[in-house]
């Protein structure tokens, strides 16, 4: 059986809890608190350590789902749960352009620390503000189309379009493993 260590990572609100909970064969183990700084105006609660959840494929393949926490203050966590990470999702708001500069940051963080497969989910198109595709993809500095990860949308609270996800992502994973063969 193999497994796969998937690490979801993005700024607060991005649906990374919602994203595992509603794919996850387990009872999720989160470490939300009570939200005690300026992210209280946007949701009680919020993740402090990390999220985790399991989902088993039929090919055997087992999923550990591993949410990082999105305030910049919990780094350290997301140096703790990017070791040995397969492949990993930057979830970003489209409709928050005020938190695409922290998502651009935590994909600055990973990615000058590791080298992994990534994709980028895009949570909350359907809200009325929210930006289009290609302009997320600039404000975090993706300029050039050929450059760029998968990009998915994704509605994180849907099992079916978190699954999707997830298969974009096992996809590019073989893609790069191929590549590097």
Not at 155 to 164: E, H, L
Request: negative net charge; proline residues 3%; aromatic residues 6%.
């Amino acid at each position: 059986m193999e497994k796969l260590k998937i690490v979801i990572v993005g700024p607060v609100g991005a649906g990374k809890t919602s994203f595992i909970r509603s794919i996850s064969e387990v009872e999720v183990v989160d470490t939300d608190r009570r939200a005690t700084d300026e992210t209280a105006t946007r949701k009680h609660n919020t993740t402090v350590a990390m999220d985790y959840g399991k989902l088993t494929l039929k090919s055997g393949k087992v999923l550990y789902l591993h949410g990082a926490p999105g305030q910049a203050r919990f780094d350290f966590m997301w140096e703790i749960l990017i070791r040995g990470v397969h492949g990993y999702i930057l979830l970003v708001d489209a409709h928050r352009p005020q938190d695409f500069h922290s998502a651009r940051q935590i994909l600055n963080f990973v990615k000058e620390r590791i080298q992994a497969p990534m994709i980028i989910g895009i949570t909350h198109t359907d809200c009325e503000d929210a930006w289009e595709v290609d302009d997320v993809c600039l404000a975090l500095g993706l300029l050039e189309e050929e450059d760029r990860p998968p990009i998915v949308v994704v509605n994180a609270i849907s099992s079916s379009s978190v699954a999707k996800c997830l298969v974009t992502l096992l996809e590019h994973l073989l893609k790069v493993a191929a590549a590097v063969s």
